[in-house]
């Protein structure tokens, strides 16, 4: 079956800090790959997504994630985290007609 | 923009009443989900839609039914709430290429 992991349930950087939160995928195929934010309040909103072609994908807000088939990995990087990036962030896999979700990575950021 | 709507940002039902949460989306987009988001467990799919009158279930459908009469409403029902039904519930429609979801604001539903 299909599974998304992300390791950290809580991260806090500071200000200005480089950013990275993890996610592990488990899904037989290719797997189509999203990362979504919420922020307090607010539905979910779509950073970035992968399908095919050069492992490292830029999204929205200065975020980019690498794709490692051989870690089955799909990171999210930022190098310098604003405090309006305290959110919580979603890894998702895409099966088919659904999309499966991680357990999400609340990000704090401390000034 | 796609927009998806959900009827209500908070509700609070008894125990035992039978609950109907609402969802449109103005995309024509076929493929609807009903989600359910909990501290700790992040998403989890209750039922999902490919087209009208099709559902299909998730990973937690247990005291959930859901119907879509109209392409472009998809209604997750609580047949009798309970109190382990308090949660925060998300509506998102996939468009035509499944390459994107698209969420709603959500509903904070609590059964007292």
């Known amino acids: 079956a299909q599974s998304v992991t992300q390791p950290d349930i809580h991260i806090t950087v500071s200000e200005g800090a480089s950013l990275e939160l993890r996610c592990n995928y488990s899904?037989?195929?290719?797997?189509?790959l999203f990362w979504y934010v919420q922020s307090p309040g607010q539905g979910l909103q779509l950073l970035l997504k992968?399908?095919?072609?050069?492992?490292l994908v830029q999204g929205i807000k200065g975020f980019e994630a690498e794709f490692k088939r051989s870690q089955s990995s799909f990171n999210l990087r930022k190098p310098s985290v604003h405090w309006s990036d305290a959110a919580e962030y979603f890894c998702?896999?895409?099966?088919?007609?659904?999309?499966?979700f991680g357990a999400g990575t609340i990000l704090r950021v401390k000034s | 923009d796609v927009k998806v709507t959900q009827s209500s940002r908070y509700l609070v039902k008894r125990t035992g009443e039978k609950v109907f949460l609402e969802c449109v989306q103005d995309?024509?987009?076929?493929?609807m989900f009903w989600y359910r988001q909990d501290p700790g467990l992040g998403l989890r799919l209750i039922y999902f839609s490919y087209d009208v009158k099709m559902k299909e279930k998730g990973d937690i459908p247990e005291g959930y039914s859901v119907s879509r009469e109209k392409k472009e409403r998809f209604s997750l029902i609580l047949e009798s709430a309970s109190t382990n039904q308090t949660s925060m519930y998300l509506c998102a429609s996939l468009t035509g290429d499944n390459t994107e979801a698209f969420f709603g604001q959500g509903t904070r539903l609590t059964v007292v």
């Open positions: 998702a896999v895409r099966p088919v007609h659904k999309l499966v």
């Open positions: 899904y037989g195929a290719t797997p189509y």
């Open positions: 995309m024509d987009h076929e493929n």
């Open positions: 992968y399908f095919s072609g050069d492992t």
